[in-house]
């Protein structure tokens, strides 16, 4: 074989090595929602591709095959023939004899692994990286051809790699699973915000839609000191002024306990009590049965239960069983849309900024809190509220004027100090917060505090 003719035989070996190379990087960045979108549409190139990603390990490693073979072959031809047309120019530049072999050699290797590198690995991995799914419909019709071809050769390794997998514990998979993660979809999230492709009220909608799954119903209730009660032995008359006093329509209903809760009364139980009745009908009569649920129940699946059960109301049990609380439909509601206020709420205490503190209300939880002021309050099992944070540093009930430090003693960045204005109930009420560092902003990057 000629040097000219080998030269040539190393560039259609390295296109056939770039092939491969954009074969495997186009079908694992291509997005598959896209493709099958347009398959769908009646677009059969598309409808090809998705074909050849359903059996993604298996073109994988076909790919994997060409390139191995077609860089063998390069690496046999590639080295002696450069090295053939190199060699008269070393002998003009005067280079000894015994040291034009070797020199001659190595700079063959060198062209051959630039040639190979460049057009046959790195050129094919970025276009496809770049135009994964028009790469990946327009070879779909050759590598379905290349596939049946190199198939039982390909099949053979596959196998061979896969019995050798499982006998390590791990299970092939013939597919891969796209999708980002929760932390990936967060921070697109908050750079589209940043850019102004999306409002700050639908990036603080869309950012509260990834974590609601991670919340519970001990997290949305409203808490048992909060929460009215009548007992069972309360008329109707009862019911009614309280709900003309605080508006809310529905109640648990206590027994004998405190912590026994033998149903709910509301409206609907009300509509159905004659007016002359009312100051003589007990609630243990009409009330419906209570909608339990565990403080530990994720609010996915209590919005299940709800309407599995045709309720807006349900108690949430502790541990112990005994009432932690009370959520509706409304409280759920407002873990994906934020505060919903109407004419029934009261007003609590706002989340105002006075210098370089931040004033808000102690019950809010520590998540909300960090999210509202951009401060980086740490969250923790032990605790759920900022008043239960403030409680859990003290190791004490806290007292107005009470001050502390909470975050790493490390760091100054992530530190945040904790001043108690008002106290009720033996807990914070009323508290201002600054940070003693740097503060994260709603975009993810920092400011100083």
Known sequence: MTAAVAILAVFVLTFGTAYFVAQEFAYVSADRVELARRAEAGDKRAASAIRVMEHLSFMLSAAQVGITVTGLIVGLIAEPAFAQIVRPFLDAVGLPENAVPGVSVAIGFAIATIIQMVLGELFPKNLALATPERLAVLLAPSTHVYLAVSGPVVRLFDNSAAWLLRRVGIEPVEELHHGATLEELGHVIGESEAGGSLSAQLSGI????????????????????????????????????????????????????????????????????????????????????????????????????????????????????????????????????????????????????????????????????????????????????????????????????????????????????????????????????????????????????
């Open 206 to 449: 869309l950012g509260r839609a990834l974590s609601f799954s991670e919340h519970t119903a001990g997290e949305a209730m409203v808490p048992r000191p909060d929460v009215r009660s009548v007992s069972s032995d309360d008329t109707a008359a009862t019911v009614i002024e309280l709900i003309a006093a605080h508006g809310h329509s529905n109640y648990p209903v206590r027994g004998e306990e405190t912590d026994d809760v033998t149903g709910v009364v509301g409206v609907r139980e009300l509509m159905y009590v004659a007016p002359g009745a009312v100051d003589t009908t007990l609630i243990g009569d009409i009330a419906r049965p209570a909608l339990l649920v565990p403080d530990s129940l994720p609010l996915p699946a209590l919005v299940e239960r709800m309407q599995d059960a045709g309720d807006e109301f349900a108690c949430v049990v502790d541990e112990y069983g005994g009432l932690a609380g009370i959520v509706t439909l409304e409280d759920v509601s407002e873990e994906l849309f934020g505060d919903i206020t109407d004419e029934t709420d009261e007003q609590g205490v706002p989340v105002t900024r006075q210098g370089d503190w931040w004033q808000l209300d102690a019950g809010l939880r520590v998540d909300e809190a960090a999210d509202r002021t951009g401060l980086p309050l740490h969250e923790s099992d032990d605790y759920d509220t900022v008043a239960g944070l403030i409680v859990a540093e003290l190791g004490r009930f806290a007292e107005p004027g009470d001050r502390l430090v909470v975050g790493d003693g490390t760091n100054d960045r992530d530190q945040v100090e904790i001043e108690v204005v008002t106290v009720a109930r033996h807990v914070p009420e009323l508290v201002r917060l600054r940070g003693l560092g740097r503060v994260r902003t709603g975009d993810g990057a920092e400011a100083a505090s």
